[in-house]
């Protein structure tokens, strides 16, 4: 009997512990979604790295602004700042209706955006004469309607787990995962293809063709009569593209061309001259500042090769003189 008596006792205790896990769950939940719920402005530099022009030494950097929260934000400003150099070409990507991009001094480049919807971002690329050949470091103000930006995390804090702002465990939770798939699944990849680059390039370079819609070029691809090499299927793509004189077609050409050189693995040379094509394509599509960019990285691979090509090469070699 006195057993009898002592359980209802323990149940109880069992009954509130569990309400209070179960009460606890749903306020750290409801508070995280809460939180998600604000506006969260960011940005970070994405590229700053120097290059050898056909003339001189280039710089580029890219400044990326987004929104990471469940809310719109409006009114937002970007000022980049760039002292002491000489600003050659400026270009901002996915920019929404409205905006207004100007130069208001030779060191200054100024995005007025009416809007960022949440989860998306914009980009702010410039093209510059770096002092003694070196990166150099900007000055970036980003603001919106009744917020400031902030930076976001550099790799180190990412290691560290330091954050500037609000901590977001959810989203910390996540993206390890994430990470940790995308790092096994890289990793997988690197491998398979790092240890079998003679394998047939066609079937590699169609399958990256595919992934961005071009399943026509694909398919020529495949049933090609011979082996080819990388740099032979970039030519006769690129200048399949070029023949239909459509920028935005030009543009996704160059876009899937440039991850075919971050996916296989393939010789110097062969990079060097996909890069050149990467830059005939941007070209087209009016993008100076990629075209540009991939010149300088087709001369660090290859100069001597690209100094030849470029000679048959006169509106990319004019364009790209800086």
């Given at each position: 009997?006195?057993?009898?008596?002592?359980?209802?006792?323990?149940?109880?205790?069992?009954?509130?512990?569990l309400?209070?896990?179960?009460?606890?769950?749903?306020?750290?939940?409801?508070?995280?979604?809460?939180?998600?719920?604000?506006?969260?402005?960011?940005?970070?530099?994405?590229t700053?790295?120097?290059?050898?022009g056909?003339?001189?030494?280039?710089?580029?950097?890219?400044?990326?602004?987004?929104?990471?929260?469940?809310?719109?934000?409006?009114?937002?400003?970007?000022?980049?700042?760039?002292?002491?150099?000489?600003?050659?070409?400026?270009?901002?990507?996915?920019?929404?209706?409205?905006?207004?991009?100007?130069?208001?001094?030779?060191?200054?480049?100024?995005?007025?955006?009416?809007?960022?919807?949440?989860?998306?971002?914009?980009?702010?690329?410039?093209?510059?004469?770096p002092?003694?050949?070196?990166?150099?470091?900007?000055?970036?103000?980003?603001?919106?309607?009744?917020?400031?930006?902030?930076?976001?995390?550099?790799?180190?804090?990412?290691?560290?787990?330091?954050?500037?702002?609000?901590?977001?465990?959810?989203?910390?939770?996540?993206?390890?995962?994430?990470?940790?798939?995308?790092?096994?699944?890289?990793?997988?990849?690197?491998?398979?293809?790092?240890?079998?680059?003679?394998?047939d390039?066609r079937?590699?370079?169609?399958?990256?063709?595919?992934?961005?819609?071009?399943?026509t070029?694909a398919?020529?691809?495949?049933?090609?009569?011979?082996?080819?090499?990388?740099?032979?299927?970039?030519?006769?793509?690129?200048e399949?593209?070029?023949?239909?004189?459509?920028?935005?077609?030009?543009?996704?050409?160059?876009?899937?061309?440039?991850?075919?050189?971050?996916?296989?693995?393939?010789?110097?040379?062969?990079?060097?001259?996909?890069?050149?094509?990467?830059?005939?394509?941007?070209?087209?599509?009016?993008?100076?500042?990629?075209?540009?960019?991939?010149?300088?990285?087709?001369?660090?691979?290859?100069?001597?090769?690209?100094?030849?090509?470029?000679?048959?090469?006169?509106?990319?070699?004019?364009?790209?003189?800086t």
């Amino acid at each position: 009997m006195a057993e009898d008596a002592r359980t209802p006792a323990w149940r109880g205790v069992v009954a509130t512990f569990l309400l209070t896990l179960v009460a606890g769950v749903i306020g750290g939940v409801a508070t995280i979604a809460i939180t998600q719920k604000r506006p969260r402005l960011t940005y970070d530099v994405t590229t700053n790295q120097t290059f050898s022009g056909q003339l001189e030494r280039m710089g580029i950097m890219s400044v990326r602004v987004a929104n990471e929260g469940a809310k719109e934000v409006e009114d937002v400003v970007c000022r980049l700042r760039v002292a002491d150099v000489h600003i050659v070409d400026y270009k901002v990507d996915s920019l929404p209706p409205g905006s207004m991009v100007s130069r208001p001094e030779s060191t200054l480049i100024t995005a007025a955006i009416p809007f960022v919807n949440p989860h998306e971002e914009v980009t702010l690329s410039v093209l510059y004469t770096p002092p003694s050949g070196r990166a150099v470091a900007p000055d970036i103000e980003v603001r919106g309607k009744g917020l400031s930006a902030l930076r976001a995390a550099s790799p180190r804090d990412a290691a560290t787990g330091a954050r500037p702002g609000d901590p977001r465990p959810d989203l910390l939770v996540l993206a390890t995962a994430m990470v940790a798939a995308l790092s096994a699944s890289t990793g997988m990849l690197s491998k398979y293809f790092s240890s079998r680059h003679s394998d047939d390039q066609r079937d590699v370079t169609a399958y990256v063709l595919g992934l961005h819609g071009f399943a026509t070029e694909a398919t020529s691809v495949r049933q090609s009569g011979r082996p080819q090499s990388y740099w032979s299927i970039s030519d006769y793509f690129t200048e399949q593209i070029l023949r239909s004189g459509d920028p935005a077609m030009c543009g996704r050409a160059q876009t899937a061309l440039d991850n075919l050189l971050e996916y296989a693995s393939m010789a110097s040379p062969s990079r060097a001259l996909v890069h050149l094509n990467c830059a005939r394509l941007a070209l087209a599509a009016g993008d100076r500042i990629d075209a540009v960019w991939h010149v300088g990285q087709a001369e660090r691979l290859g100069r001597r090769l690209v100094t030849a090509r470029l000679k048959h090469l006169p509106e990319l070699a004019r364009a790209t003189a800086t």
